[in-house]
């Protein structure tokens, strides 16, 4: 492959990852703009369209409680986000900036929740902030709605709710957090930052979680980076599920959690193989909790991924190799400490914490063990396949894996979790088209195949669950 062809790929993966982020970030040529000598706005428009079909929904495993629920089912998505952004440069050389979006979703049919034909308009992003030179430092200080995404989104991305009654909960446009201050300090290659964040949550899922920390990353331009962030939970309603879940919950179990959180993504470092990648993250969360009966118990959870990649761009279509290993702790049924890991706020993606197009519905990084291999193959700088396969297992036997799923009596009386380690081999392929930097159309088909575990808990039986699906991006 020649240095001419390598470019175009490169521009056109480029595109692509833009493309994919466009709803947190202004598009690179707006639809509208005016400008002054010291103020600045330009405006946009982000839509996202996209149909899903569905067959053997949850693996037929809601015809045990629900029997009248459809397996089959075929819906559409459709998201429109008018923006403003705007920025004044002061005499000082820093400048004012501010944005300001309207997210519309529309559900049309009935999702896998089995919400049908909802939707709703909402603030995206409302935020202010200052930014500028002092001293050999640039800062960036602002609040209001806005993305943040810590690290790579392991714990801390999804700002807003999807789904629900607010629609669009397969497409997960809706990104920004509800309230939110982050104030930055650069220096050369090292960024420090603080940030509260409240998150923007649908009533149906409301957890009143308000979330602060600090973070320092180190990051340099095709190498990568490396970054360590401490971050506590000082206010929160989220449930955790218990020893006998949906029996037992433990109220407000994530109030007061305190977590360490690492990653390093980075290529390079092997001279003689330049695009051979490394990653690594880990989160340890300590706290205490309080059980149904109000005993007081500790909770030491952990969680961590490992994985590498290869990009052969020499060889035909460039086809880039990736394998990433993970697991989050479960809750050990026999000890008194509470292991089970809370994946707060996660996301960014089939390439970093969503593990399946399917399996992302259902293993929610909690009670966990995933292994993931993806080859992205560049057929041109316009036409892009991505393969996936994910193997999930539950990291606990006969402990909560969703959130609390898999209730039954056995021998023992009423236990929850699976029997067996396995729970699902999902296969994932899909083509994108990349017209340009503004219109991308994707394909996809994925089908999840149940494990033993699933089997054993699901005397009516199990079918895998397949979805065909088409999105299309167009963003001006």
């Given at each position: 492959?020649?240095?001419?062809?390598?470019?175009?790929?490169?521009?056109?993966?480029?595109?692509?990852?833009?493309?994919?982020?466009?709803?947190?970030?202004?598009?690179?040529?707006?639809?509208?703009?005016?400008?002054?000598?010291?103020?600045?706005?330009?405006?946009?428009?982000?839509?996202?369209?996209?149909?899903?079909?569905?067959?053997?929904?949850?693996?037929?495993?809601?015809?045990?409680?629900?029997?009248?629920?459809?397996?089959?089912?075929?819906?559409?998505?459709?998201?429109?986000?008018?923006?403003?952004?705007?920025?004044?440069?002061?005499?000082?050389?820093?400048?004012?900036?501010?944005?300001?979006?309207?997210?519309?979703?529309?559900?049309?049919?009935?999702?896998?929740?089995?919400?049908?034909?909802?939707?709703?308009?909402?603030?995206?992003?409302?935020?202010?902030?200052?930014?500028?030179?002092?001293?050999?430092?640039?800062?960036?200080?602002?609040?209001?709605?806005?993305?943040?995404?810590?690290?790579?989104?392991?714990?801390?991305?999804?700002?807003?709710?999807?789904?629900?009654?607010?629609?669009?909960?397969?497409?997960?446009?809706?990104?920004?957090?509800?309230?939110?201050?982050?104030?930055?300090?650069?220096?050369?290659?090292?960024?420090?930052?603080?940030?509260?964040?409240?998150?923007?949550?649908?009533?149906?899922?409301?957890t009143d979680t308000r979330v602060q920390g600090v973070a320092v990353e180190w990051a340099?331009?095709?190498?990568?980076?490396?970054?360590?962030?401490?971050?506590?939970?000082?206010?929160?309603?989220?449930?955790?599920?218990?020893?006998?879940?949906?029996?037992?919950?433990?109220?407000?179990?994530?109030?007061?959690?305190?977590?360490?959180?690492?990653?390093?993504?980075?290529?390079?470092?092997?001279?003689?193989?330049?695009?051979?990648?490394?990653?690594?993250?880990?989160?340890?969360?300590?706290?205490?909790?309080?059980?149904?009966?109000?005993?007081?118990?500790?909770?030491?959870?952990?969680?961590?991924?490992?994985?590498?990649?290869?990009?052969?761009?020499?060889?035909?279509?460039?086809?880039?190799?990736?394998?990433?290993?993970?697991?989050?702790?479960?809750?050990?049924?026999?000890?008194?400490?509470?292991?089970?890991?809370?994946?707060?706020?996660?996301?960014?993606?089939?390439?970093?914490?969503?593990?399946?197009?399917?399996?992302?519905?259902?293993?929610?990084?909690?009670?966990?063990?995933?292994?993931?291999?993806?080859?992205?193959?560049?057929?041109?700088?316009?036409?892009?396949?991505?393969?996936?396969?994910?193997?999930?297992?539950?990291?606990?036997?006969?402990?909560?894996?969703?959130?609390?799923?898999?209730?039954?009596?056995?021998?023992?009386?009423?236990?929850?979790?699976?029997?067996?380690?396995?729970?699902?081999?999902?296969?994932?392929?899909?083509?994108?088209?990349?017209?340009?930097?503004?219109?991308?159309?994707?394909?996809?088909?994925?089908?999840?195949?149940?494990?033993?575990?699933?089997?054993?808990?699901?005397?009516?039986?199990?079918?895998?669950?397949?979805?065909?699906?088409?999105?299309?991006?167009?963003?001006?």
């Open positions: 492959m020649n240095a001419l062809h390598r470019e175009a790929i490169f521009r056109g993966c480029t595109c692509l990852l833009a493309v994919s982020a466009a709803s947190a970030q202004p598009t690179q040529s707006p639809a509208w703009e005016w400008k002054s000598e010291a103020l600045g706005i330009e405006g946009g428009l982000d839509t996202y369209t996209a149909y899903y079909s569905m067959r053997g929904t949850w693996w037929n495993l809601a015809a045990g409680s629900a029997p009248a629920f459809d397996t089959d089912r075929s819906f559409a998505e459709l998201w429109v986000q008018p923006k403003l952004n705007a920025r004044y440069k002061l005499d000082n050389g820093s400048e004012i900036y501010a944005s300001l979006s309207v997210g519309a979703t529309q559900t049309i049919g009935a999702d896998a929740f089995d919400y049908k034909n909802e939707g709703e308009v909402r603030f995206g992003s409302a935020a202010l902030g200052v930014r500028g030179k002092a001293d050999g430092w640039t800062y960036d200080v602002s609040f209001g709605r806005q993305p943040f995404t810590l690290g790579t989104g392991m714990l801390l991305t999804a700002g807003s709710s999807n789904g629900y009654t607010w629609g669009g909960g397969a497409s997960t446009q809706r990104k920004t957090w509800g309230r939110s201050l982050v104030a930055r300090a650069n220096s050369g290659e090292f960024t420090g930052t603080a940030f509260a964040l409240e998150p923007d949550e649908v009533p149906e899922a409301h340099r331009p095709q190498v990568g980076k490396v970054g360590l962030s401490w971050f506590t939970a000082p206010r929160s309603q989220a449930i955790y599920p218990g020893d006998l879940a949906p029996l037992v919950f433990i109220e407000n179990g994530r109030e007061g959690l305190d977590t360490w959180h690492g990653w390093a993504d980075v290529t390079g470092l092997v001279p003689a193989v330049p695009t051979l990648g490394f990653r690594a993250e880990f989160a340890l969360q300590q706290n205490d909790i309080t059980r149904a009966d109000g005993r007081r118990d500790p909770m030491k959870a952990s969680a961590w991924l490992l994985g590498a990649s290869w990009w052969g761009q020499s060889l035909p279509f460039a086809p880039k190799f990736t394998y990433h290993v993970a697991r989050f702790s479960g809750d050990k049924p026999d000890t008194t400490t509470y292991e089970r890991f809370d994946p707060m706020f996660w996301g960014n993606g089939l390439d970093n914490w969503w593990f399946g197009a399917n399996g992302a519905y259902s293993w929610l990084n909690a009670n966990l063990r995933a292994q993931r291999f993806i080859v992205d193959a560049y057929l041109s700088a316009q036409d892009i396949l991505q393969f996936q396969f994910v193997r999930a297992k539950a990291d606990q036997l006969n402990s909560a894996v969703q959130f609390g799923q898999g209730v039954r009596f056995t021998g023992n009386g009423l236990v929850v979790g699976v029997p067996q380690a396995e729970l699902s081999d999902e296969f994932y392929l899909q083509y994108a088209h990349v017209f340009n930097s503004q219109l991308v159309a994707i394909a996809f088909v994925a089908r999840s195949n149940p494990g033993a575990g699933l089997k054993a808990i699901a005397p009516q039986g199990t079918t895998a669950w397949t979805t065909f699906g088409f999105g299309l991006t167009a963003n001006f």
